[in-house]
């Protein structure tokens, strides 16, 4: 989502370089490329997904393995690489949940990771999940995200969204 972009990018600020951040923007808005796939072409199986999340109270990755036996972020990240995108998006969509397997991009990672969390929390866009999912230690860690900066990311990012 845009939103979801637009954290990712305000994540970045002060410890990238701004070509990175406009990385990390893009990236975030094309990370759950694989729930459009799944929506379009699965489905029956993906709206099975999304009542196991219901059920489950859960994460929707979790109940799309159980019920599609893959993930968005599985089948974005190989929609992705055969249609030849930059390797920082292929990483970014791939591994936007699990950062720590990424073996390069590592930071628009991380970004993307925890922009999905923030999004979450401050109620930006649908990501399908029940509850907001687990950010990765690791990537919370490469930013500064004081209590401060995190009121600000999110002020900066309902005046762009709403």
Known sequence: STGGGAV???????????????????????HDLGKLIEDRFLHERFEEAVEIVRRDKGLLRQAEQEALGTTH???GGHL????????FLVNAI???????????DGEIVSAVDVADVLAHRFGIGESGNFRAPDVDAASWSRFELSEKRLASIRVLVEGDVH
């Open 8 to 30: 990712a990018k305000l994540v970045m600020e002060g410890v990238s370089t701004p070509k990175d951040g406009d990385r990390a923007f893009t990236s975030g808005l094309l």
């Open 73 to 75: 972020a599985k089948i």
């Open 80 to 87: 992705a690489e055969w249609w030849n995108l930059p390797s």
């Open 94 to 104: 791939r591994w936007h949940h699990r950062p720590y397997l990424s073996e390069a």
